[in-house]
Every structure is written in C-alpha cells, then in structure tokens.
C-alpha cells in the first residue's frame, strides 16, 4: 500500500559517487571515491552579499544620537540637509527625525555621495501625530540627483486617514505625477509605521513600489510602476527623504521619522520577509546563508571569541573562527578558512564553558582538503546556516547540539586521503561521535558519499536524538547507526523526514542494529512511499 505525505522534496546538487559495491549491510558503508576537486574549480561563496557588484551603497539603522544633523550613515557617507535650520534634524534611538515647524514648509536629508542607476531603497517612515488642517507629504528619493531633483515615492497623509501614494518625477520646481493610488488602513500617524520598497533602475528609469503597514504581510505584487525618460533624470542618483506641510496645516510643528534606510543593488536587495518556520520549507540558496543587502568585512586570520556574550555580525572570515566563551553569537557571515595540513573546523566549540550560536551564515572551504570540516564540538546551535565543500559538515561530540534550517550539501570527497591514512574520505553530512540533547530538524541534507546522518558512539554514548522535517539524501544508507560495541541506542527518535532515493544500497533510509529500538513514524521517500528503518549486523 502507497501512503502519501504532503510534502515536497527538491533535490539539490551533490557531488556524484558510484559505489564498487556493497558487502553486507553493516554499518559503516564504504565506496568508490570521488577524485579530488581540482584546483581549477574551487569552491566559491555562495551567498550574493559575497558578491562586490550586490554590496549595498547605503545602510542605516541610527544606532547613534546626534543632535543638529543626521550624522554619517553606517554605509553611504554623511547625510546632508536642505532646508530649515540645524536644530530641526535629529538622529536618536534608532531613528532620525526631521522637524517641519511651519505650514508650507519642505525639508530635505539626502545622501549625497551615493550614486546608483540602479536601485531599491527600503526604510520605515511615520509621522509623530496626524496633521490636521492640511496634509503632510514624505517622500522617498530612490534617484536623488540632488534636493530638487530625482525620482520619488511619495506618502500623502489625507484627512480620513487613508494615504495617497504616488510614484512622481521631481525638476527643479516641477513635479510630475507618474502613477498614483490611494491606500486605506494604513494607519500613517502616531508611532505607526509605513515601511516602503521603491526600485529605480535603468534609462530609461523603471520606477517600482510597495507601501504597507510595518508588522503586516508584504503585498506580493508592486503597488505602483511606472516608467520616464526624462533626460535630466538619466543619471546615476543618490537617495533621500523629503517632508513638506501643506499652506492649511494647523497643528505644526510635525516631525516625520525615518529608520531602518537600505539601499542597493535591485538583484541585491535585503530581503523583508519573516524566515520560514523550520520544517515548513526545504532550506536552499533562498533561505539559508547570509542574507541578501548584508555589508560584508573582510577579516584576515584566524578568529578567536572569548568575550562571553560577544556577537559578531557582518564578517567575511578569510580563516578560522573558534569560540572559547559562552553564549557567543556569530550572525550574517561567511567563514572561508584558509589552506592547512591538520585537522581543523571552520568554526569549533569544544569547552564545556563555551557555546555559540550561528545563524543566517555560510560555511565552506576556500582552500578544499581533507582536513577541513564545517562545525566540530557541541553546545552549538546552527540556524540557517548554508554549508558545503568540506568533508563533514557537522562533527558532534557532545551536548546540547541543535542544527535546524539549514543548507548542507556537496561534501568533498577524495579518493586519497591524508585525513584517513590515504584511504578515500569517510565523509558525512553530521557524525554524532558522543552527546545527548541533539536535534537535527527542518534542514536539507544531501551530498555526502559516506552517509547523512552517521551516529558512531567512537567518544561515547549517543543518546536523546531527535532527527525531525528533514530532506535528506545520499549516502550508503542516509542515516546510519553504529552501536559501536557501547550498547543500544537510547531516546533515538526520527520522525516525519523525506528521504531521496539517490543511496548507493537501494531503498536504504535508515540503518540500524537489531538491538536499538528507534521512535520512528511519518517519514516518506519522494514518491510517497514509507521509509522503514532497515536492520542491519
């Protein structure tokens, strides 16, 4: 009988491997080698922030208190200003402010030294009350020749609350509207926020735009395009905000804020949707890795974190990274390696004193060996992480591990290697050696010639493991466990886990010993069958 699970399964690039053969169904299962990756494809990043033409050309979160001014942009250079007096622009607790004290009244904030013919500008705008008397008009500048010049989106507060909002082209004291729409629910007033998305790319310009309330569901399609060949306008553009008080307005001064600005590349542009609930979407190049928009710096050398609580953001690592103090946070960043001869892992916790959590990430070996791995130790969780081209992407041995959401795949595999006294590479997605509290959930697992999942007991007893939602592939049988002469497995659970076919012994999921009692239930190959534990010596 067929039994059907209502999921979906993708299968991603792995590196092919043909097995010679397979003898008995033991336990650990060895093949044919791959050769070795030559040097003249090495493995690259492959997350697009790595990428030089994606990098963002501004990014401001406001992180300062400036008083007089705006103050200089985490990335863009200063912002300048037009219009008003000095005391009238403001920067604090995360958002800059700028004050319109009189009816009739424009101020302007830009980023002058930003200069683009292609791009998405992101940022949260609100109003400190609703205007009363006459309207107030914030615009967002996506091609800011200067402050009377450019393609704008603008937000038009109207007396019933609802929001015009409009795509126009600015010239000198000429405004042009290009598409416009009125918006309801909007809530543009008080603290409310309205987070808006305007692309402008191209000559001639393609003006695009999305405006919705913050903490509500992004509108799928564009709620405004439009295009303009205005000559004057065909240049390369900074970005800016913009806030005028209509003649009738009666309740000024009025403050409009501005936060969280981002500018970019469009085939860049950071992402604004929430991450997916793990286990709900097969993670991939979409949904693990450092994400789209993020400003990468290079770090040269090895890293060493042993300040406790420290979080590191933003780095390119162009070495090896080991957390020697608890409760570190490594988010939004690429860990290379470097060329070595001993064993070593991209990233190592391996105190019990040390801990660390890794998100939104990648992890790969720059310079491919034998030697590398991707994580080594225990009290690690790994959330969307992406890792690939190392041999074992996840080397347990001890507790509290959780790996979920994440990207493993194309392990490398040699036929000769000096890690295993020149015998082919014993490769594997995650080797649990010893621990106990380790979940392994929602995470997509393909790519490694030896096996998935390999639990081994080499260190110690293995116990309490939930293997949970996960797409998983590869492998003599994808997960594999070796009691190891240290007794059956205890509190082994494996549920509702999609298994593809491409196992070097057929219809070979999950391995185990006649001995070891597993949980097992709702786990599914692609074509819907059910995927049985297959005991093996």
């Not at 604090?92 to 930003?114: C, D, E, H, I, K």
């Not at 450019?150 to 937000?155: D, K, P, T």
């Not at 992004?218 to 003649?247: E, F, H, K």
Request: with cysteine.
């Amino acid at each position: 009988m067929i039994s059907v699970r209502p999921r979906t399964f993708a299968p991603l690039a792995r590196q092919g491997a043909v097995a010679l053969g397979v003898g008995v169904l033991a336990l650990s299962l060895v093949g044919s080698a791959t050769p070795a990756t030559a040097a003249t494809s090495l493995p690259t990043a492959e997350s697009p922030a790595a990428s030089p033409t994606l990098t963002p050309v501004a990014v401001d979160g406001f992180g300062r208190t400036v008083t007089g001014g705006w103050g200089t942009a985490t990335t863009g250079g200063a912002w300048t200003t037009v219009g008003g007096v000095a005391t009238d622009y403001a920067v604090n607790a995360g958002s800059a402010a700028m004050t319109v004290r009189q009816p009739g009244w424009n101020l302007y904030a830009g980023l002058a030294a930003v200069r683009s013919m292609d791009t998405e500008v992101q940022a949260r705008v609100s109003l400190d009350k609703a205007p009363t008397g006459g309207a107030v008009e914030v615009d967002v500048t996506g091609r800011a020749i200067d402050a009377t010049q450019g393609y704008r989106l603008r937000s038009k507060l109207l007396a019933d609350g609802s929001v015009r909002t409009s795509l126009i082209k600015v010239v000198g004291k000429t405004t042009s509207t290009l598409a416009s729409t009125t918006l309801t629910g909007l809530g543009f007033s008080g603290t409310a926020q309205l987070q808006v998305r305007l692309q402008v790319t191209g000559n001639p310009a393609t003006l695009q735009a999305k405006l919705w309330a913050v903490g509500a569901t992004q509108p799928t399609a564009w709620t405004l395009t439009a295009a303009d060949s205005t000559a004057a306008l065909q240049v390369p553009g900074g970005i800016g905000v913009n806030t005028y008080t209509a003649s009738g307005l009666t309740n000024a001064p009025i403050t409009a804020r501005v936060a969280d600005v981002w500018a970019g590349p469009t085939a860049g542009a950071r992402s604004l949707a929430a991450a997916p609930a793990i286990g709900t979407v097969e993670p991939g190049p979409g949904n693990t890795g450092v994400p789209n928009g993020t400003v990468l710096t290079r770090h040269n050398g090895d890293l060493t974190i042993s300040t406790p609580g420290a979080v590191v953001s933003g780095l390119d690592i162009y070495g090896f990274v080991k957390v020697t103090a608890p409760n570190v946070t490594i988010k939004n960043s690429i860990i290379r390696g470097a060329a070595t001869n001993v064993q070593r892992a991209l990233l190592s916790s391996t105190s019990d004193t040390a801990s660390v959590t890794i998100q939104d990430s990648e992890l790969f070996a720059a310079s491919p060996s034998g030697w590398i791995d991707g994580i080594r130790g225990w009290n690690f969780t790994a959330t969307r992480v992406n890792i690939h081209h190392v041999i074992d992407a996840a080397h347990i041995y001890g507790n509290n591990v959780t790996i979920q959401g994440s990207w493993l795949h194309d392990n490398l595999h040699y036929e000769v290697d000096p890690a295993q006294n020149n015998t082919p590479s014993h490769d594997d997605s995650i080797q649990i050696q010893k621990g106990s509290g380790i979940k392994i959930v929602g995470n997509s697992i393909s790519g490694a010639f030896n096996t998935g999942i390999q639990f081994t007991q080499d260190q110690g007893i293995v116990s309490n493991v939930t293997v949970d939602r996960n797409w998983a592939d590869g492998g003599g049988c994808t997960v594999n466990l070796a009691e190891k002469g240290k007794g059956p497995f205890q509190g082994v659970v494996i549920t509702n886990n999609t298994f593809g076919r491409d196992t070097k012994v057929a219809n070979c999921a999950i391995i185990a010993p006649t001995t070891t009692v597993l949980t097992t239930s709702g786990n599914f190959y692609t074509d819907g069958l059910v995927a049985s534990v297959r005991k093996g010596s």
